[in-house]
């Protein structure tokens, strides 16, 4: 086996397991102990692991990290589709509704192109794009302009300054993480502050957030806990993190993955 192979092949065990050892590894690909930790060396320059003693481990992204739109499309498909399909019954025609950046909210507006005199406003491209595509004529869709982030989100003061002139039925919120501590969070400082007007413009708060977001906090907090109306979420969430939601959150929704 090459090195080259033999690294991508160390790299899948570690994001699978979560971690390696040296002695393991050299074992099972018959080469030397010292081979493994050059293997690991390099594989750590990249950015790709982190060596701790004896073996590695996967790199654990700080509160700023911001994956893209295409990486984050990708993870809890089915729990994200169960989610949306709950919160488009939420809305009725001739509601006005703000959608905000992320993969849970592009899958939302999905199931809505087809609700009649619905007014739209959002600061993601996605979402935008989901709507114009469809081409409805009695719906109004309202982009906000901003600043482009990694997750095609408009951020900024044109952002936030368009949003605080609108007064809204309800926002469906898309975060990167929520804790009893910080609350919903982002790792986007200026979308932390989109994020927030939103919720002001808006009478009524649903958040959709799927049970991986529990326990990640990204840099800024949007809002607490207790101020999203609504949250959706899916049965993966854990009994101690649904008991405290329960107890924080007007409704709490769990829905099943199909």
């Given at each position: 086996?090459?090195?080259?192979?033999?690294?991508?092949?160390?790299?899948?065990?570690?994001?699978?397991?979560?971690?390696?050892?040296?002695?393991?590894?050299?074992?099972?690909?018959?080469?030397?102990?010292?081979?493994?930790?050059?293997?690991?060396?390099?594989?750590?320059?990249?950015?790709?692991?982190?060596?701790?003693?004896?073996?590695?481990?996967?790199?654990?992204?700080?509160?700023?990290?911001?994956?893209?739109?295409?990486?984050?499309?990708?993870?809890?498909?089915?729990?994200?589709a169960a989610m949306a399909g709950h919160a488009a019954a939420?809305?009725?025609?001739?509601?006005?509704?703000?959608?905000?950046?992320?993969?849970?909210?592009?899958?939302?507006?999905?199931?809505?192109?087809?609700?009649?005199?619905?007014?739209?406003?959002?600061?993601?491209?996605?979402?935008?794009?989901?709507?114009?595509?469809?081409?409805?004529?009695?719906?109004?869709?309202?982009?906000?302009?901003?600043?482009?982030?990694?997750?095609?989100?408009?951020?900024?003061s044109v952002a936030v300054a368009a949003i605080r002139s609108l007064h809204l039925d309800m926002l469906f919120l898309?975060?990167?993480?929520?804790?009893?501590?910080?609350?919903?969070?982002?790792?986007?400082?200026?979308?932390?502050?989109?994020?927030?007007?939103?919720?002001?413009?808006?009478?009524?708060?649903?958040?959709?957030?799927?049970?991986?977001?529990?326990?990640?906090?990204?840099?800024?907090?949007?809002?607490?806990?207790?101020?999203?109306?609504?949250?959706?979420?899916?049965?993966?969430?854990?009994?101690?993190?649904?008991?405290?939601?329960?107890?924080?959150?007007?409704?709490?929704?769990?829905?099943?993955?199909?």
């Amino acid at each position: 086996m090459l090195a080259q192979q033999r690294q991508a092949a160390i790299l899948d065990r570690v994001r699978a397991a979560g971690g390696v050892r040296v002695s393991e590894l050299a074992s099972e690909y018959g080469v030397s102990d010292m081979t493994i930790r050059r293997d690991l060396e390099s594989l750590a320059d990249r950015g790709l692991l982190a060596k701790v003693h004896g073996g590695a481990t996967t790199v654990s992204p700080g509160s700023a990290h911001e994956p893209g739109f295409a990486a984050k499309s990708v993870r809890q498909r089915a729990e994200k589709a169960a989610m949306a399909g709950h919160a488009a019954a939420l809305v009725s025609p001739g509601d006005a509704i703000a959608l905000s950046a992320g993969t849970t909210t592009a899958g939302l507006a999905q199931r809505l192109v087809d609700v009649p005199d619905l007014t739209v406003v959002t600061n993601s491209i996605p979402v935008a794009d989901v709507f114009y595509r469809a081409g409805r004529p009695d719906q109004t869709v309202i982009l906000t302009g901003g600043t482009r982030t990694p997750s095609d989100a408009l951020v900024g003061s044109v952002a936030v300054a368009a949003i605080r002139s609108l007064h809204l039925d309800m926002l469906f919120l898309g975060v990167h993480g929520m804790s009893e501590r910080a609350g919903y969070t982002t790792p986007n400082l200026m979308e932390a502050d989109v994020n927030r007007a939103l919720v002001e413009a808006a009478e009524r708060l649903v958040v959709l957030a799927d049970h991986t977001k529990w326990g990640t906090v990204g840099i800024s907090s949007i809002v607490p806990l207790e101020r999203a109306d609504v949250l959706i979420t899916d049965e993966g969430l854990d009994l101690q993190a649904r008991t405290l939601l329960e107890e924080t959150v007007p409704e709490l929704v769990v829905v099943t993955a199909q």
